[in-house]
């Protein structure tokens, strides 16, 4: 698995999350940890997905995405998005996926 620092900026100074990558079967999944450093991750989203996907060269369609906040229990829910033909998400729409104690993207 990969995990980095990503600097992102929605409103305001710059933000910061965590992102991690992990590959599953045929499918990457990314996993946006919040940092309670500036934007939120759920506010930030699209341009997330977009940027992330971008970034490493990954095809959308092939990637499942994920969030989670450790400073509230770290409960995973994923997020599904549609692209639109210029390769942005649009649309996010949130599900609970794993409590915390089982969340994929943690050790």
Same mark, same amino acid.
């Given at each position: 698995?990969?995990? $980095? ?9 710059? /933000?910061? #999350? @965590? ?6 079967? *045929?499918?990457?999944? @990314? ?5 309670? *450093? ?6 930030? /989203? ?5 940027? @992330? ?9 092939? #990637? ?7 400073? $509230?229990?770290?409960?995973? *829910?994923? @997020? ?28």
């Amino acid at each position: 698995m990969k995990s $980095y620092i990503h600097e992102f900026r929605k409103w305001g100074p710059v /933000s910061r #999350c @965590i992102v991690h990558i992990k590959e599953v079967g *045929d499918s990457t999944w @990314i996993g946006f940890e919040n940092r309670r *450093d500036g934007t939120s991750v759920t506010n930030a /989203s699209e341009d997330l997905a977009t940027g @992330i996907v971008a970034k490493e060269g990954l095809d959308p369609a092939k #990637c499942r995405f994920f969030e989670f906040y450790p400073e $509230y229990e770290g409960d995973v *829910d994923e @997020i599904t998005y549609t692209w639109d033909s210029e390769g942005k998400a649009r649309n996010p729409q949130w599900r609970p996926f794993v409590k915390a104690e089982n969340n994929p993207f943690l050790g």
